[in-house]
């Protein structure tokens, strides 16, 4: 099947089998490896990309559900010039991953619960990223990061530049 979507702002149009899950386009497909595969399962999230602006675990998705959509990815994330967005900022600044697997999800499931809940709290953050797992950290950092680049200037200035 011909599908047809905008990856980080790209337009791709490629064949695909119809059981190809979008976390195989993105990786093997378009080389974007950024998207971790965890568990298959949907129980992670470290296959986290936002697809038309929704946080959705792309190891559930096929390929084909996702023709017409537009899709990011962490490697979309930073600027052009590889500024950082203000949530991977945030990630660095506190020190919000360990090994990194689940951090490109958790930076994605964040910038999505962040569009909707643009100040949450400690509590309806944690809420927000209960479906993406981390192993390491035991999570204080990530939350930290999270509510950092809830209270950055710079993230603010990102949701007034999007149409």
């Known amino acids: 099947m011909r ?3 905008a990856v980080n702002g790209t337009e791709q149009e490629r064949d695909v089998e119809p059981r190809t899950l ?3 386009f993105l990786r093997h497909t378009l080389g974007l490896t950024g998207t971790n595969v ?3 399962t949907s129980s992670c999230g470290a296959c986290t990309v936002l697809l038309d602006g929704e946080s959705v675990k792309s190891c559930t998705l096929f390929a084909v559900q996702a023709d017409g959509a ?5 490697e979309g994330m930073a600027a052009p010039d590889g500024t950082l ?9 506190q020190h919000g991953l360990q090994c990194g697997y689940c951090t490109p999800g958790m930076v994605m499931a964040i910038a999505s619960f962040l569009a909707e ?9 944690r809420e927000g990223l209960e479906g993406n797992l981390c192993r390491c ?4 950092n990530i939350i930290a990061a999270g509510l950092a680049a809830a209270a950055s200037s710079e993230l603010a200035a990102t949701r007034t530049a999007q149409p």
Do not use: K
């Open 3 to 5: 599908v047809t979507m």
């Open 22 to 24: 979008l976390v195989h």
């Open 70 to 74: 537009a899709v990011t990815t962490i």
């Open 85 to 93: 967005h203000p949530i991977q900022e945030a990630f660095r600044q």
């Open 38 to 40: 965890g568990c298959d």
């Open 117 to 125: 809940h643009p100040h949450p709290s400690e509590a309806e953050l």
């Open 137 to 140: 950290t035991g999570y204080h």
